[in-house]
């Protein structure tokens, strides 16, 4: 992993009118330019972007609109139509989104139709200054604040204007503009925030229905619980003042990523199974690179980077995580197709700033790059993925923190692409999908010592996993919840399990085990580059386990591939076995603490549910876990829900629940083990010995829905 570079947070919000006939009927001819149709490429976020002929203070203004509104516009991303605006307007306005006053520009229409602005003092920074066109009876607003200066005016940016700036009070709005204005030498980083929040809102995927107007579609994004609470996170983050906000001491520090999401979603790849709702796992993975220069390693990894730029505190970061992809797609016949030959894919960021709250909460908008398969193939497929809200737990260390945890959900699609002239051009979607991801970054540290660091330690230790394709049971979950013991090479477990099982017949059935093992544990090596010796062999925290002999440099070990903290107090291993299952094991040292009597913690993690008539998957984010007392807590369980409906054969969009706070009696022991009950909802695990991290096993019973998933609940500041 390399340093990352700087500024990147994002939002949405809108408003809007429905187009009058006399709009929707006249034609539109509009001559060629960037189209994000026509420029799919990978290491890039979804949304394209041209400042080819702008000066350093103009932006270009392209106007979208629903296929209802301008059905002979040019097709671009979203099923939305590129249209020449009849007004372009731009106004200084407030929280009330008033035109309180003009500002101060020129304009130019390009060849190609599109308004060109130029801001005679400056670009703007912040959220007063709006670019409203109207279209027929059609009215959009976007922020002129555009990190690519390549202004799109559609729902998207209309959301953003009346949901992120509607929703502030006057006094926060002046709060952020005191912030914006400040030209003093304790400037505030929210300055430079507002042009990344209005560019990322273009980056969702989320397709415009064609019978939709304006605020039709204005009412679809606030029904779409990931795109509605990212924008809702996203707003609340610019209001965090400079005071609150820290730096990583160090320079720059690197991180081993553990990775593993599971999702659920919908294909239409083959026409036998066209509609069939389909359940994933993702699992991290090393990648070897050979090119002209020689052979390269790109091992899952973060990478943390902080400076002060104009006196401002900025942490940057930046990652890179390839990884492997299984699937099972579910009919409504109860048919199930499984495929674990999908191309080795990666997920990477692009870099961007985040605030480090209070020294323990690393806060961001996050934007993922597109990637690209089967290259030279008959089937060229280009994936998407929205930008998600990171808010993660950064702690363990004293001059940076040694671990990186958070949960996080991204939505995205797999798109056919035609070769064309040497470009790849937009076809068919291939499937929607929905992605719940665990990402574990545990600091990266030359000189690891694995007999020192863990010989002779106890270990708490909860996981997930799944298996799919069996042809008795082509769907299994299990989760487990015990102990290790870790002696030289060999780690004894014991633990008890729960197992949610469907069958061929579509049948589904709980029951509980046990999986007690002897495994070998060792170091995995890492290839580094020196610029004087070239690729040099190091270790660094980087861990294998085995069934007996521990791997070599280069072997796939039995069970996992997972990386430890420097002093060994927190362990992730991807599990990848067919036993087992594809899958997340987290372990941490056994605490000799008393348990934690108070507290608030952010809950994140993923639940997975199946009844004889669907599968479902939850992603728990802005959920919260409040310790009351040493026998009573609450957990306010607010997730995302994705909903398969076997018969129907449909999926759901993400929907945002707020389920009513749940009651919870709760006991944990001085060794971290604990166990919160309320209701029909069990979580047992542990917690970590700082008392700032618990990870817990989840079971439910929701009618008859049997759920089991796995979550982590981190503390939040005071």
């Known amino acids: 992993m390399s340093a990352a570079s700087v500024l990147a947070l994002s939002t949405g919000c809108g408003g809007g009118d429905d187009a009058i006939d006399d709009a929707r009927d006249r034609g539109n001819s509009f001559p060629p330019a960037k189209n994000a149709n026509d420029d799919f490429t990978s290491g890039t976020t979804g949304d394209s972007s041209n400042t080819s002929g702008l000066e350093r203070n103009e932006v270009r203004v392209t106007m979208e609109v629903p296929e209802s509104v301008a059905p002979d516009g040019e097709t671009t991303r979203r099923n939305l139509r590129i249209v020449e605006p009849d007004t372009v307007n731009v106004y200084r306005t407030d929280q009330s989104l008033r035109n309180l006053a003009s500002v101060d520009t020129r304009s130019r229409t390009e060849d190609t139709g599109r308004t060109v602005i130029a801001f005679e003092d400056g670009l703007p920074l912040g959220p007063d200054v709006i670019i409203e066109a109207t279209y027929g009876n059609t009215r959009l607003r976007a922020l002129a604040a555009d990190a690519d200066r390549d202004v799109k005016v559609n729902p998207f940016s209309e959301y953003l204007v009346a949901n992120a700036l509607g929703a502030y009070t006057s006094g926060e709005f002046s709060r952020i503009m005191d912030c914006v204005n400040d030209t003093n030498s304790t400037l505030c980083l929210n300055k430079y925030v507002w042009s990344t929040l209005a560019d990322q809102v273009h980056d969702f995927e989320i397709n415009i229905p064609g019978n939709l107007g304006a605020q039709g579609a204005l009412t679809l994004l606030e029904e779409r619980g990931d795109f509605a609470g990212y924008v809702s996170s996203m707003a609340d983050l610019a209001l965090l003042g400079e005071d609150s906000s820290g730096k990583i001491e160090a320079s720059s520090a690197d991180y081993h990523s553990v990775f593993w999401g599971v999702e659920l979603g919908q294909t239409f790849r083959e026409s036998a199974l066209s509609g069939s709702g389909q359940w994933g796992v993702r699992l991290a993975r090393e990648e070897t690179v050979t090119d ?183 769907m299994v979950v299990e989760s487990g919840v015990g102990n290790w013991q870790i002696s030289g090479q060999n780690v004894t ?203 817990l096993q989840l079971r439910d019973t929701d009618g008859d829905e049997e759920v089991i998933g796995l979550v982590m609940a981190t503390r939040l500041p005071d």
Do not use: C
Request: charged share 20%; net charge negative; no cysteine.
């Open 292 to 474: 002209q220069n020689g052979t390269g390693y790109v091992y899952p990894g973060l990478t943390l980077t902080s400076f002060d730029a104009f006196n401002i505190k900025v942490t940057s970061l930046a990652s890179d995580i390839p990884y492997d992809r299984k699937t099972l797609a579910h009919r409504n016949d109860n048919a199930f197709f499984d495929r674990a030959d999908w191309e080795l894919n990666t997920h990477s960021s692009s870099p961007g700033a985040a605030t480090l709250k209070d020294d323990i909460r690393l806060l961001a908008g996050r934007a993922l790059f597109q990637s690209i398969t089967g290259r030279g193939s008959s089937e060229i497929i280009g994936w998407t993925r929205n930008p998600y809200h990171l808010d993660a737990y950064a702690g363990g260390g004293t001059d940076q923190p040694d671990r990186v945890l958070s949960g996080y959900f991204t939505a995205g699609k797999a798109i056919e692409l035609r070769s064309e002239g040497g470009e790849l051009k937009r076809e068919r979607t291939l499937e929607d999908h929905y992605l719940s991801v665990f990402e574990l970054n545990l600091l990266r540290e030359e000189g690891f010592d694995r007999q020192a660091v863990l010989d002779g330690k106890d270990y708490n230790v909860v996981y997930l996993t799944t298996r799919m394709g069996d042809e008795n049971q082509p």
């Open 493 to 695: 477990q014991t633990a008890t399990t729960t197992t949610l099982r469907r069958d061929n017949t579509g049948t589904v059935t709980l029951a509980p085990g046990t999986r007690d093992a002897s495994w070998v544990i060792s170091e995995r090596p890492s290839r580094v580059y020196d610029p004087n010796e070239g690729n040099v062999i190091v270790s660094n925290g980087r861990l294998n386990l085995d069934r007996n002999t521990a791997s070599g440099l280069d072997e796939v070990p039995d069970i996992a591939i997972g990386a430890s903290t420097p002093d060994g107090t927190l362990l992730g291993f991807n599990l990848d076995t067919n036993a087992i299952g594809d899958g997340l094991l987290v372990a941490a040292e056994q605490a000799n603490v008393s348990p934690p009597t108070s507290g608030s913690y952010r809950l994140q993690g993923a639940s997975l549910g199946m009844s004889q008539s669907s599968n479902r998957l939850a992603h728990f984010d802005n959920a919260l876990l409040v310790i009351e007392s040493a026998s009573t807590a609450r957990l306010e369980g607010r997730r995302l829900d994705v909903t398969h409906e076997v018969d129907a054969e449909t999926v759901s969009v993400p929907q945002a629940r707020v389920p009513e706070e749940i009651s919870l009696t709760w006991n944990a022991n001085n060794d971290g083990t604990a166990a919160f009950t309320g209701g029909t909802l069990t979580m047992g695990g542990f917690f970590t010995g700082d008392r700032d991290q618990f990870f």
